[in-house]
């Protein structure tokens, strides 16, 4: 049985190990009754003030960024093109906008077993993993602590070489920042042989 991540999880203050240490953790969704989860696959950091490609670069200060600026262990939702919601993990002290976001899960509680293509296909990205685990907008500053969403560590340890480190998807606005190999995956091969047995 799994234990829920601390708070001094989410106080680190070097965002890259905590979007690299995220692998294999499993982000869990409260809904009513029932609980629907799925184990993360693929991250991406986003370093505050300093990284281009953050919402709260150069220390842009908005009713949509605030949540970022507060005490790690909250979720950051944000919508997409007005129609996603996207899932971040809050880092870092109190004033400190650091986040990671979750852009993909392998289903697990809540799910009918299939294909591994089939299980991997839909919730792969950050648009379809909020829409599989129902994360919405509402869910905006929820406490990871103690809240309806929680990310469990099972002890899944993920080895180094089977993580690849690339940089970010749709950033390249970011100049020079959306070259850093600031997105974490787990191989396909390995994610197989992890959940398809």
């Keep these: ?27 869990m969704v409260k ?13 991406e950091a986003y ?21 970022m600026y507060m005490k790690g262990g909250v979720a950051y939702v944000y919508l997409c093109y ?27 509680k809540g799910f009918d077993t299939s294909t591994f293509s089939h299980m991997k296909k839909i919730g792969n990205g950050p648009g ?3 829409k599989l685990l129902g994360i919405m907008i509402d869910h905006n500053a929820t ?14 340890y993920v080895p180094d070489n089977q993580i690849v480190a690339s940089p970010r998807i749709g950033v390249d606005y970011a100049g020079e920042d959306a070259k850093l190999p600031y997105r974490f995956y787990i191989h396909d091969e390995y994610l197989q042989k992890l959940f398809m047995k």
Excluded: C, Q, W
Excluded at 47 to 67: C, L, M, Q, W, Y
Excluded at 82 to 108: D, Y
Excluded at 143 to 156: E, Q, V
């Design 47 to 67: 370093a505050g003030v300093i990284d281009r490609a953050s919402h709260a670069f150069n220390n842009k200060r908005t009713p949509r960024t605030e949540t």
């Design 128 to 130: 379809r993993t909020s």
């Design 82 to 108: 007005g129609i996603h919601s996207l899932f971040n993990v809050v880092t870092n002290n109190e004033g400190i906008p650091e986040a990671v976001l979750i852009r993909s899960v392998f289903p697990a």
């Design 31 to 43: 809904r009513g009754n029932k609980f629907l989860s799925g184990i993360i696959t693929e991250t």
């Design 1 to 27: 049985m799994g234990k829920p991540l601390t708070e001094n999880f989410y106080l680190n203050t070097n965002v890259l190990s905590i979007a690299r240490e995220l692998l294999g953790k499993e982000l």
């Design 143 to 156: 406490s990871l602590i103690n809240g309806n969403i929680k990310i469990i560590d099972h002890d899944m």
